[in-house]
């Protein structure tokens, strides 16, 4: 393949995440949500090292012949990950401090530090350290060229800069204390009078201790640092032996694996940091300053205070007009397909027909497959109840979902506990489809409903991801729901070829490219040819090359794109005819949709697959048409919403600046709030 113009994809990740921190920078965005975007930002930076960056760290170890073959020089690209995540950090100190804590103290919260306090602050904090921390600090003085001390993962620690009392100035020592906030909250109410409410982070509470723990000794600082180490699950040849097993045993080694980032406050002076590099044996690589606080995804469990004026106003989700509570779920499907769009539609439909499948006497099968799992689930619940009622249900389980495999695999041995068929991954493969099938005998004859959806069947995430899922007894579409589970139990291919679903490891590919190519000529005969997609990621090689390729034959492109995009759009003679725009808000845009013009008759697909290399070629993804005229109608006037957003779409180009898209004559459009005001009048019918 000719060398195309592309973005690195870790680079445009880092793209993705500091729209995430536009959020938090937002005056417009609630004071509290601000602090919320912090969380998520960190929260995923974090992720990104542990995964990302542990795996470019190695590819810079592997030989030259290997080396060779890659499309990217991981040195070079570290280098720049590096570079861009010290300007971001940088940024988040300046929103925090500068931003968001004096507009905390406009609302009467303060964030007092040790010196802020008074003495009965002083007091409450020794007495909180006596009671509460004193188990868990674990100081240590390092010493050089013994063991050195294993820093947990994410765990926070504080550097210590010390000397004897009785040693010259100039002999300074060094030491280790545990921050616990593993074990307990990380934000502590103080005593507080009026209206005024004082907090202290964990972190301040141990600096104002700290020489309790070292006596003999003078502090001379306190520092803050934290390691965060590989995540990757490295399982020695997938392809034999009892997955499962192995899942379990490199589980308990993630919390073990080499270091991926080591993040100290930039305050710090050189000779403690370079004490610690010594240590720790860390390389200029491995280091990044940050602010003075780390694990800023605690940022979650800031306490309100009840002031909800300080959050976004709420949103509930509207009930579904037919299925929410419908007491014959399966008739009101059979009649016409149901779509649903979380999170404005409850998801109580969606739980509503697994539990009237558990106890209809008509069912006798229930299938799903559970990719992410909500620790409380009643949906799984539901599925365990219904082998009490004599039902046959199975359940495909993936456990290399990443982060979620220790969940998946206790619920799969629950499952399995209650009766349930429970079927694993398979090497090589991620299963990554949202479908549920169930059968039952209706006048002596089997008659198959299924849901097929673009997001998990995870009751806490469908409050929060958008995406969509359609119910449907449509035959074109239940039997080839069939068959795929038929392959996820037996590992061997159906007989017959899928028709109407494109499956990943099947047809996905192929069938995405014929769609494109369809476009492309209309483009070249001159006739209305366009396409528009909505996704989270973009970044398979083949996929862009083949919509550069639409774009120079003229076809009309709109990407609606939340995060990874290595396209670049705009380029004269390559992607004139593509737009690319990223909408970030208060939900995580989740769904994938996928338009082609089709000559005015348009194609209307909804997917679990992004365009990714490992979605489009390694994994079992599920992309289905939408047949029903008013559900794609209804499809359209959403996709519209988002086209035309003006408030929290921002635009994606080759100058990768995240500029929003503004317009100051437009009447202000922003898509996820007009989403939900179109199904509340929906609703009340108007």
Known sequence: MESLPLIHRDISWLSFNYRVLQEAKDPAVPLLERLKFLAIYSSN????????????????KVGKKTKARLDFDPSTTLKEVHRIVNRHQEEFSQVFEQQIVPELRKHHIHILRRLDLNDEQKQFVENYFNENLLPFVMPVLLVKRRIRPFLANANLYLAVHLRQKKKPLSDSEYALVKIPSDQLPRFITLPSSGDRQNLILLDDIVRHSVS???PGYE???????????????YIDDEYSGDLVQKIKSSLQKRQVGPASRFVYDREMPGHLLSYLQDTFDLGKNDILPEGRYHNNFDFFKFPDFGMTHLKYKPL???PHLVLNDAEDPFAVIRQKDQLLHFPYHSYQSVVNFFEKAAEDPTVTHIKVIQYRVARRSRILESLMHAVTHGKQVSAFVEIKARFDEAANLEWGEKLERAGVRVHYSFPGVKVHSKLALVRRVENGQPQLYAYLGTGNFHEETAKIYSDFGIFTADPRLTGEVSNVFSFLENIKPPKQEFEHLLVGQFNLRPALYRLIDQEIAAAKRKKPAAMTIKINSIEDKEMIAKLYEASRAGVKIR?????????????????????VVSIV???LEHARVFMFHNGGDERIYMSSADWMERNLSYRIETTFPVYDSDLKAEIKALLDLQLNDNVKARIIDKFDQNEYRRNSTDIPVRAQLETYFYFKRKAEGL
């Open 45 to 60: 930076l974090d992720e990104f090292f542990r995964i990302r960056v542990a795996g470019i760290r190695k590819l810079k």
């Open 212 to 214: 309790w723990l070292f």
């Open 219 to 233: 502090i001379q600082d306190t520092y803050s640092i934290k390691l965060t180490r590989d995540a990757e699950l």
């Open 316 to 318: 509930p989700p509207l």
């Open 559 to 579: 990407l609606i794109v939340r995060g990874i995009c290595c396209l670049i759009p705009g380029l004269k003679g390559v992607s004139e005819n593509i737009e």
């Open 585 to 587: 808000d208060r939900f």
